[in-house]
């Protein structure tokens, strides 16, 4: 728990912006996009997982997303929730990385 608690801690500077994008380092393949408010995924599977299921909030930040235990795809906190949680738990950072 403490190692999970330390993930969040750590400020990403891509997180203070809503111009990214999420790079493959390898093949250059844009994952998904942040531009203003719109974002646009370049993933079929993955774009219908957020639009399915969302993403998962850990308890300790469900007052940070309005009491919600999870956060969907149409949601106005979607990109805060993928950059801070999503981006930070579930992304392989040695394989992707946030272009801006």
Do not use: C
Not at 6 to 30: A, Q
Not at 35 to 46: A, K, Q, S, Y
């Amino acid at each position: 728990m403490k190692k999970i608690m330390n993930i969040f801690l750590l400020k990403d500077p891509h997180e203070e912006t809503n111009n990214m994008k999420l790079v493959n380092i390898k093949t250059r393949f844009v994952v998904v996009e942040f531009v203003g408010e719109e974002t646009r995924f370049f993933d079929p599977f993955l774009e219908n997982e957020m639009k399915r299921q969302g993403i998962a909030i850990p308890p300790f930040f469900k007052k940070e997303f309005g009491g919600r235990s999870s956060v969907r795809l149409k949601d106005k906190d979607f990109q805060k929730a993928f950059k801070e949680i999503y981006y930070k738990l579930s992304v392989n950072h040695q394989t992707y990385h946030w272009e801006i």
